[in-house]
Each structure stands twice: as C-alpha cells, then as structure tokens.
Nanobody, 120 residues
C-alpha cells in the first residue's frame, strides 16, 4: 500500500504565492509520472501539471508561466509552486502518482486533497 500526504494549501490574496507538497510513502519500488489536479466547486477535476521521472513537464494553459511543478525522487516528493495566484485558482488540489509497487505491479494513487483559496 502507498500513502500520499499533501500539504501547503491555505488562504492567500490574489497575486500571492503558495507551495504545495505531496510525499509518497509505503510499498514503493519506483514512482513514475507525478501529477497535480484540482477541482473547483461545481466543476470537473482537471489536470494542472505533470512531471515525468526524468523531469519533463506539462501544464494546463491557464497556469503556464505562473505554476512550476518539480520533484525530488530521493524523497518521493512532488511540489507545485504557485505564483501570481488568481481567484479562479481556488480549488481543492490533489496529487496523483503512478507507482511501481513492491508486488511489481503499477498502480495510481491519489492524495486526500488540500484546499487552496485565493481572495480577490
């Protein structure tokens, strides 16, 4: 079993910054793609950013130039640095990771979510 623990959410004014972290622990051989998703009230969950094991990244257009995803493979941790935050970034943010587990099977795991609220 693998656990994901997120942290770093909170309330911030528009234009401010937050840094989210997600730490994976448990029966892990290797973590492949790591992702951040978000879900705003009344909206579908959307993929915000992804990072491969080698560091290649992708972002949804709405956050390009403002958010940066990074990872520390030694710590099984993914980060999301969010700058120039806007009220429309308000959502619950979730990390999702693709894990090669100790049973040599691949699984996707989700974190519990962390609330980000941006006031205008």
């Amino acid at each position: 079993q693998v656990q994901l623990v997120e942290s770093g959410g909170g309330l911030v004014q528009a234009g401010g910054s937050l840094r989210l972290s997600c730490v994976a622990s448990g029966s892990i051989i290797r973590i492949d793609t790591m992702n951040w998703y978000r879900q705003a009230p009344g909206k579908q969950r959307e993929l915000v950013a992804s990072i491969g094991r080698a560091g290649g990244t992708n972002y949804v257009d709405s956050v390009k130039g403002r958010f940066t995803i990074s990872r520390d493979n030694a710590k099984n941790t993914v980060y999301l640095q969010m700058n120039s935050l806007k009220p429309e970034d308000t959502a619950v943010y979730y990390c999702k990771t693709a894990v090669l587990s100790t049973d040599w099977r691949n699984y996707d795991y989700w974190g519990q979510g962390t609330q980000v609220t941006v006031s205008s």
